[in-house]
């Protein structure tokens, strides 16, 4: 038996010290990947982003528990994100691109109008609306909105007057 194999086990059958083993590698080696996928990955929440984190979290649980082989499941946790970084470099370098991998804004009010088809396209109510003003913005009303926009990330985005207010979480 190799020291490989005595710290961090074989298949399934592990003890609890070569799991621990394998979640602090885990760990250490899922920083490392984070890091390398860049910021954004993390930080805007599409649905673009949201991939890697649930596709990281299922593949590296897997040389956890010892259900793939550890290196095999490193390998796929790589390959991961180094797809996310090559197409997050492509739609920055290419609208059409982004566009496909994260669409566009949907406005949903302008011009001193509510635009139901596009609440309707963005799963957003008039009542989902008026909390998301409430909430953001602190007002009862439209008044002194110029555009409410759901951003390509989900988010509700507002312009008042000539200066955007952020969006916030």
């Known amino acids: 038996m190799t020291q490989f194999q005595a710290l ?20 250490v080696i899922a920083l490392a990947l984070i890091r390398v996928a860049g910021r954004r990955s ?9 991939v890697i984190t649930l596709l990281l979290g299922a593949v590296l649980s897997r040389a956890v528990v010892g259900a793939s082989p550890f290196g095999a499941t490193i390998a796929a946790a ?19 691109f982004g566009y496909l ?14 635009i ?12 989902d609306l008026n909390e998301e003003i409430r909430v953001r913005l602190h007002r009862d009303s439209f008044v002194g909105i110029d555009r409410i926009v759901v951003e390509r990330n989900g988010e509700v985005g507002f312009v008042v007057g000539d200066a955007p207010i952020a969006a916030g979480k």
Not at 8 to 27: E, K, N, S
Not at 42 to 50: I, K, P, V
Request: proline share 5%; glycine share 10%.
């Open 8 to 27: 961090f086990g074989d298949g399934t059958d592990l003890t609890p010290a070569q799991m621990t083993c394998r979640a602090i590698a885990i760990f």
């Open 42 to 50: 993390f930080g805007m929440h599409s649905a673009f982003d949201n």
């Open 78 to 96: 790589g390959a991961i994100v180094l797809l996310h970084r090559v197409f997050a470099w492509l739609a920055v370098r290419s609208h059409g």
């Open 101 to 114: 991998l994260k669409g566009d804004p949907i406005p949903v009010y302008e011009n001193g109008a509510v």
């Open 116 to 127: 139901p088809a596009n609440l309707y396209r963005s799963l957003i109510s008039r009542r």
